[in-house]
């Protein structure tokens, strides 16, 4: 069974998107738009991510309009969207959308990813919910040198540091790497 990984890019104050959901700060970082290699979960055969991220990865792209680039971010890895709406999907992705509490969609996940690992890519919510299911084995972020005034919280849950473990931090172009592995609770 693989690891389940919340891997995103953060602001040096904490937003992973602007007040209006927006990755636009991210992309004016040098190299924001072509991250270095090794920078995503490499082993993840499957991604999760909340209704924001995914409706704005569809817009941001037109992927509707250009399903092809779909493929250039997701593969042809099965992304399970938790959302309780009717979402269109892209022409050739393989979209799983799951409504109700994480604890409840794991068993499919997981079986989905097989050995692989799970990429939870967004939002910070999203990857809260793991964190109290349990479920959440590390998070890695790509500090920014942005700060903005508000927008979507990174992780919008009081962790104290006995559950979090720095396993390493490096200069990457811009960004500081951090990873931590997560401590199961006691």
């Keep these: 069974m693989g690891r389940i990984v919340f891997d995103t890019a953060t ?17 004016a970082v040098e190299n924001g ?18 209704s924001t991220t995914y409706e704005w990865v569809l817009a941001e792209q037109d992927i509707l309009a250009h ?21 269109p999907v892209p022409e050739g ?3 799983r959308f ?5 604890a409840d969609a794991l068993p499919a996940i997981r079986a989905a990813a097989g050995d692989g690992d799970i ?21 890695a972020l790509s500090v920014a040198p942005v700060a903005l005034t508000g927008g979507a919280p990174l992780l919008p849950r009081r962790v104290g540091s006995d559950r979090l473990r720095l396993v390493s931090a490096t200069a990457v172009g811009q960004f500081a790497r951090l990873v931590y592995a997560v401590r199961p609770t006691t």
Aim: glycine share 12%; aromatic share 12%; hydrophobic share 45%.
């Design 93 to 95: 992705a393989d979209i």
């Design 33 to 50: 738009t072509e991250p270095d290699d090794g920078l995503f979960p490499a082993d993840a055969t499957v991604m999760v991510e909340g």
């Design 119 to 139: 990429w939870v890519v967004g939002g910070g919510d999203l990857a809260g919910q793991f964190l109290d299911a349990g479920a959440l084995d590390e998070i």
């Design 11 to 27: 602001t040096i104050n904490g937003w992973i998107a602007d007040e209006d959901n927006s990755l636009a700060w991210l992309f």
């Design 67 to 87: 399903p092809e680039k779909w493929q250039e971010f997701h593969g042809d890895k099965a992304t399970f969207v938790f959302t309780t709406r009717d979402l």
């Design 98 to 102: 799951v409504s109700g509490g994480v």
